[in-house]
């Protein structure tokens, strides 16, 4: 099964959906972060900042491979 690709134009220059993507995730990371420290998750982990990028590139695989 093949996902069409629309890039983006930015400036005239062509940048791949990656970074769309990639731009995305970051944002649902930033928005996720201030309500995951309020619950209390970084002290489940023994290095949150490791947590932390690890539920980033989880939502950007999965950013990736639904859309």
Same mark, same amino acid.
């Given at each position: 099964?093949?996902?069409?690709? +629309?890039?983006? @134009?930015?400036?005239? @220059?062509?940048? /791949?959906? =990656? @970074? #769309? *993507?990639? /731009?995305?995730?970051?944002?649902? =990371?930033?928005? $996720?972060?201030? $309500?995951l ?5 970084? #002290? ?8 932390? !990028?690890?539920? *980033? @590139?989880?939502?950007?695989? !999965?950013?990736?491979?639904? +859309?």
């Amino acid at each position: 099964m093949t996902h069409p690709f +629309f890039e983006v @134009v930015v400036d005239g @220059v062509l940048l /791949a959906p =990656f @970074v #769309r *993507y990639a /731009a995305a995730a970051l944002a649902m =990371f930033l928005l $996720l972060r201030p $309500l995951l420290h309020l619950v209390g998750l970084p #002290r489940l982990f023994s290095h949150p900042s490791i947590a932390g !990028l690890s539920l *980033y @590139v989880t939502i950007l695989g !999965l950013l990736t491979v639904l +859309f």
